[in-house]
């Protein structure tokens, strides 16, 4: 699987938008970008994932490079409940359940 | 639907014994993966089962191994426990979402090798 890049730690104030940045300089044509973070004595969850195109949900946004090379997730409000570690991961898109993770970013919520 | 159920949430044991962790995907999802989660290694891949059959596999020794039933339901099981095999152990069953796989995890089995 191709690798991610993304920052140890980030900090955000309350009720403001949060950007994370991940980058995946060898993704191939077709990786999907996927996005699951894990709050504190959670299993990780689903976040949004996207191929080429901008996606949108009820969560977050995704912005995706228009090379692929990079992305970004977009949290539109922080709140206290968005503090956990951030992971950007990068699947084919049939098959292969397998996700393989980074050391992901952990984010922090001022309040 | 209820969510991924992990049994039993903790487990404590000695070095030498073995241990069997049991999940249960949420109705429907036939695909079951595991995962373990230490401070030192972070999240990391065991292996995914689908339909009974074990597809694919991460760089674990022998010593851990898993199994589904046909229900779904899937256990996996660590002999000889070693002090590092301590950690979380997560479960996920998947979703296709029409061109890839959501995950669902499980909130883990807490496991602590004495």
């Known amino acids: 699987d191709a690798k991610t890049t993304q920052p140890n730690s980030m900090e955000s104030n309350e009720e403001e938008p949060v950007h994370l940045p991940c980058n995946h300089s060898?993704?191939?044509?077709?990786?999907?970008i996927h996005w699951y973070r894990q709050l504190p004595s959670q299993g990780p969850e689903y976040v949004i994932h996207?191929?080429?195109s901008n996606v949108n949900n009820r969560m977050a946004s995704l912005a995706i490079a228009e090379d692929r090379k990079s992305s970004t997730l977009i949290l539109h409000r922080a709140t206290l409940r968005d503090a956990a570690v951030y992971y950007c991961?990068?699947?084919?898109?049939?098959?292969?359940?397998?996700?393989?993770f980074g050391t992901g970013t952990r984010l922090t919520i001022i309040p | 639907k209820a969510g991924v159920t992990q049994t039993p949430r903790y487990l404590i044991k000695t070095r030498g014994q073995q241990v069997t962790l049991s999940c249960s995907p949420i109705?429907?999802?036939?695909?079951v993966s595991w995962y373990q989660q230490t401070p030192g290694q972070g999240l990391q891949f065991l292996f995914e089962y689908f339909s009974e059959t074990q597809r694919n596999k991460g760089n674990f020794p022998g010593r851990f191994s898993g199994r589904q039933f046909s229900n779904s339901r899937s256990e996996m099981n660590v002999s000889t426990l070693e002090l590092g095999d301590s950690a979380l152990y997560l479960c996920?069953?998947?979703?296709?979402?029409?061109?890839?796989?959501?995950?669902?995890f499980g909130p883990g089995t807490r496991l602590t090798v004495t």
């Open positions: 996920a069953s998947s979703l296709f979402l029409g061109s890839t796989y959501e995950q669902y």
């Open positions: 996207g191929l080429t």
């Open positions: 991961i990068l699947r084919r898109n049939f098959g292969n359940e397998k996700l393989t």
């Open positions: 109705s429907g999802h036939r695909s």
């Open positions: 060898t993704i191939s044509g077709t990786d999907y």
